[in-house]
């Protein structure tokens, strides 16, 4: 987000751009055709204290429709923050008739749990429907990205406190790929993920989530937009759906006749306990409308398949597990405590980490 999302979008950026330039002089390199927008996305933009006196009446009238404000961060070493322009942008967009989003940066000097107590409790105007973003990236004193599990605990923490609500992620394309995000994925957690291209202001087309995360929800394209009397603004598009409030999650009781934990965390021998979860969670995600009866066929499979294109796997939906298949479920597991080789050879340590997440109370 310019400084907003600073270092590591703008390496994104780059990054992604240098092999356009390398070689090329004035007269003979040529700009790249922008991308058209995807269909049905919506315009929005996101400020935090460097855009300070924005416009957003202007805002609305160059046609976004959302803007998600900066509240604060855990990223520097004298303590979390509220930045000083949080509430008045949050004010500016309502009264401009924008949709609002409140986004707060990770980092190191908070747990996650800290964060999310310290976010809940000096929201501005929270209205459910609004967008509750975590910004995940290496800024000022911080020294790493949250993982998986930290991202996961912060939402869970969030629904404790404010209840059902719009969760995103924000991640740099780069960052999103170079690991895996399972829980994040299973709690319904939508990406809004940032690829820049060329970073000129025009759209660089979708970005390449690398089958890191089934898909996107929200995509800042630029750092170079220019609107409400603001020369540089990060851009967004984002899809109907990335503003649905995501009910249910980690933090659900379980129902009244849950169905009994799968031993194979234990022993690591799949069995039909295993497998009736496994039918239950693909039912609940990916499709699945067969019998939960534990016996694994076709059908399981290819629900599974599907799951496992945000692992991943990129081969036919065909209901045949090979080796490809494997080896997406190796890198669910990896998020689960499986410290193996990602090589599609399903032993007792990969049946315990698939195990342990099918073993989470919201798939009994």
């Known amino acids: 987000m310019t400084t907003v999302l600073g270092r590591l979008a703008v390496a994104v950026a780059i990054a992604v751009a240098l092999p356009v330039s390398i070689g090329a002089t004035p007269a003979t390199a040529k700009p ?35 803007v998600i404000v900066k509240a604060g961060g855990s990223q520097l070493s004298e303590g979390p923050y509220i930045g000083s322009q949080y509430a008045i942008q949050v004010n500016g967009a309502r009264a401009a008739g924008l949709r609002v989003g409140h986004y707060w940066l990770a980092g190191d000097f908070q747990t996650p749990t800290q964060a999310a107590d310290y976010f809940a409790a000096h929201l501005r105007d929270y209205r459910p429907g609004d967008v509750i973003a975590l910004d995940n990236e290496v800024l000022d004193d911080s020294t790493r990205l949250w993982n998986d599990a930290e991202v996961t605990t912060f939402f869970q923490r969030m629904r404790a406190r404010i209840g059902n609500h719009v969760p995103w992620l924000y991640l740099g394309a780069a960052d999103l790929r170079s690991r895996t995000w399972p829980g994040t994925i299973a709690a319904g957690v939508k990406l809004w993920v940032a690829m820049w291209g060329a970073n ?15 898909t996107w929800s929200a995509h800042q394209y630029s750092s170079k937009g220019s609107t409400g009397g603001i020369a540089s603004v990060d851009v967004n598009v984002a899809k109907p759906s990335a503003f649905e409030i995501v009910n249910g999650g980690p933090t659900d009781p379980p129902p009244d006749d849950p169905l009994p934990k799968t031993t194979t965390e234990q022993d690591g021998t799949p069995g039909p306990v295993m497998w009736m979860r ?3 969670w693909l039912s609940i995600t990916s499709g699945y409308t067969g019998p939960i009866d534990g016996a694994p066929g076709a059908n399981t499979y290819a629900a599974l398949q599907r799951a496992m294109r945000g692992y991943g796997y990129t081969g036919p939906i065909d209901g045949v597990m090979g080796t490809n298949s494997w080896k997406a479920v190796q890198r669910l597991a990896a998020g689960y405590g499986y410290t193996g080789p990602i090589d599609g050879a399903m032993g007792p340590n990969s049946w315990r980490g698939f195990a342990r997440f099918l073993n989470q109370d919201r798939w009994d």
Not at 200 to 214: I, K, R, V
């Open 32 to 66: 790249a055709a922008a991308a058209a927008v995807p269909p049905g996305t919506m315009s929005g933009i996101d400020v935090a204290t460097w855009q300070a006196g924005i416009n957003f009446a202007s805002v609305r009238a160059d046609g976004h429709q959302f």
């Open 200 to 214: 000129n202001g025009s759209y660089p087309g979708e970005p390449n989530l690398g089958g890191a995360y089934p």
């Open 278 to 280: 496994a039918q239950n």
